[in-house]
């Protein structure tokens, strides 16, 4: 009795074209999907730098490079690489965080892009002891106060239109601080995001440096540059007066 012991070429041949046909109709459906775990990954990672970048801000203001390179090692744990093999991109003056995308060119319709917007805060106080005599004083020029927000104030803010009424938009444990600082000579810097007011004359000891703080209170209008709405200042953040000379 004859016994077949296996398939004849025409049957391997009829297996490999089906085989074929199989993988070519799944093929695009697992490029697709391998497309679209890049994309989610990209943007899962942009979404942790954005968080990371508003951190920062609120912590130690503007953000000013376009690596990740200062918020590695503190703010994320590591500085993430795309997908694609290329680092990813802050651009601070359109507030957005990039990846190139799978074409790896920056600024093509391929781009994976998230705006942040990191919220507006009083970061740091600083006491400047404009004459080095070592006190808070106004001898032969007066000692003043630097007060750095995170973002870039609007100009129209209550607070900047009226000096003479700016103390009524700040809170302080020292309560000399109301009526020790020359509030009418208040004045945005050219940076837009820092603000100076000096000790008013003859004035001595209104503050310890190190010791006391200053917060934004509730109504102050203090407000960012920000495209469209406009983000108003954080009113709870306390901050320690540090000396600078």
């Not at 918020?71 to 507030?95: C, E, F, H, Q």
Request: net charge negative; charged share 20%.
């Amino acid at each position: 009795m004859f016994k077949r012991s296996g398939f004849t070429l025409i049957e391997l041949l009829v297996v490999i074209t089906i085989l074929a046909i199989l993988v070519g109709a799944a093929l695009p459906y697992v490029q697709n999907y391998v497309a679209e775990s890049r994309i989610s990954k990209a943007k899962s990672d942009l979404e942790e730098i954005k968080r990371a970048l508003a951190v920062y801000e609120t912590r130690e203001g503007v953000y000013n490079d376009s690596s990740l390179r200062l918020l590695t090692g503190r703010y994320l744990n590591s500085s993430p690489i795309d997908p694609w093999g290329k680092s990813y991109v802050v651009a601070t003056g359109a507030g957005i965080v990039f990846s190139s995308g799978p074409d790896r060119i920056d600024n093509n319709l391929d781009d994976i892009v998230v705006n942040y917007q990191p919220p507006l805060a009083l970061v740091s106080v600083k006491w400047v002891d404009a004459n080095n005599s070592g006190a808070v004083d106004t001898q032969n020029v007066s000692d003043y106060l630097q007060l750095m927000f995170s973002r870039k104030l609007v100009a129209t803010s209550p607070a900047l239109v009226s000096p003479n009424e700016a103390h009524k938009y700040f809170r302080w444990t020292a309560p000399s601080i109301s009526t020790a600082m020359d509030w009418g000579s208040l004045k945005l810097d050219s940076s837009g995001n820092l603000l100076t007011v000096p000790v008013d004359g003859g004035l001595e000891g209104v503050f310890g440096p190190g010791s006391d703080s200053i917060w934004v209170s509730d109504g102050s209008g203090i407000r960012d540059r920000a495209p469209g709405e406009a983000n108003y200042c954080i009113t709870s953040q306390n901050v320690t007066i540090m000396s600078f000379r």
